[in-house]
């Protein structure tokens, strides 16, 4: 949908629901991009294969997780690296099934007559048949008027590739996929989102160990913009040397310094209580630079505000508000619904 239609139809739309499947508004899908798409199976059942190895199996092991795709799985896979055959300007550049879900990266390499959905809904139609030829009917979730099962889940996720050294980044990201889902089921609270976690008059949604936040030494980080580099680098050094001796620090990490002590704490496998403020849905996972920390038990997430579909700009009132959170946290030790 371009601008002009969008902003035509947009009084009647109703309130806008958060969304991961919603298509960005003005771009053309039919031109030359790099999409990285995911699709979940109708049901979040675990069609697609089974998760197999040890997740802490060193990375090129026999034993480090992975995928072991089911005989539908396998058609799946088949169906997705046929898409270049049936549409010859799309690249299929990489593939990860999970048991529920998938994640694929295409790159359309010039203009094309058919929208990018047209293209998807070729792929699901191929896996559609795979399903019904594999699946009794009556293990079909979803049955239309005609009495034929559908595999995925309604419409997809799309995000555009357009930064610098993003395509390595989820490439990577896809790869690592396996042992994220090992970490997780090794660690299952751990990754849980937990809703309505009052500290104060606040309440929050929380990923990772909630009980970080009974630590009875608990330490804001606050650093100026205004910092030097020395400076900086000495507040970092007091910090951790903190942490050492067993505090928690909590931030909200919104200066270049705060950043800095954050990531120092991290890569010194130190615990942390992170702000961020940006909300959780079910579905939320931390990123994948704290699975370590959050399986370790040592990192918490908290989001003292709701899930937006978008990343809204970080205004200087919403600064003013994660610090006076930040310092109340550490004035608490005790916490409900955990």
């Known amino acids: 949908m371009d601008w002009e239609a969008f902003k ?12 991961m499947l919603r298509r960005r508004v003005g771009h053309d899908y039919e031109s030359r991009r790099i999409y990285l798409i995911t699709m979940t199976v109708e049901g979040r059942r675990p069609l ?14 026999p ?13 799946v896979q088949r169906c997705w690296f046929s898409i270049h055959e049936h549409y010859p300007e799309v690249e299929v550049l990489a593939l990860q099934l999970m048991p529920d879900h998938l994640h694929g990266i295409l790159f359309v390499t010039q203009q094309m007559e058919q929208h990018l959905g047209i293209v998807l809904k070729g792929f699901k139609t191929g896996c559609n048949q795979a399903y019904r030829s594999s699946m009794p009917q009556q293990c079909c979730s979803k049955v239309n008027e005609k009495g034929t099962g559908f595999l995925f889940a309604r419409n997809y ?25 090992a970490v997780r089921r090794a660690h299952p609270d751990y990754f849980r989102v937990r809703f309505g976690v ?11 160990n909630r009980f970080l936040l009974q630590h009875p030494e608990k330490i804001q980080v606050q650093c100026s913009r205004s910092l030097t580099d020395e400076q900086v680098a ?9 942490a050492r001796s067993g505090a928690i620090l909590v931030s909200p990490a919104i200066s270049k310094g705060e950043q800095m002590v954050m990531r120092a704490a991290l890569d010194a496998r130190l615990p942390l209580i992170f702000l961020t403020p940006w909300g959780f849905n079910d579905f939320s996972r931390p990123g994948h630079q704290y699975y370590e920390a959050c399986a370790e038990g040592r990192f918490l997430i908290l989001a003292p505000w709701e899930h937006q579909n978008q990343r809204i700009p970080l205004t200087r009132e919403m600064c003013l508000q994660l610090n006076t959170m930040t310092e109340n946290i550490c004035a608490h030790n005790s916490i409900t619904a955990v």
Request: net charge negative.
């Open 234 to 242: 000495a507040t970092v050094e007091r910090m951790l040397a903190k």
């Open 63 to 75: 034993e480090a997780p992975r995928i072991e795709p089911s005989p539908l799985g396998w058609e």
């Open 8 to 19: 035509k139809h947009q009084p009647f739309a109703g309130e806008k629901k958060p969304s």
């Open 198 to 208: 009052s500290i104060g008059s606040q309440n929050y949604a929380a990923i990772g």
């Open 48 to 61: 697609l294969g089974t998760l197999v190895g040890n997740a802490d199996a060193l990375d090129g092991s």
């Open 157 to 181: 996720n799309d995000h555009i590739l357009e930064g610098k050294g993003e395509l390595d980044r989820w490439r990577a990201y896809l790869s690592d996929n396996p042992r994220r889902l």
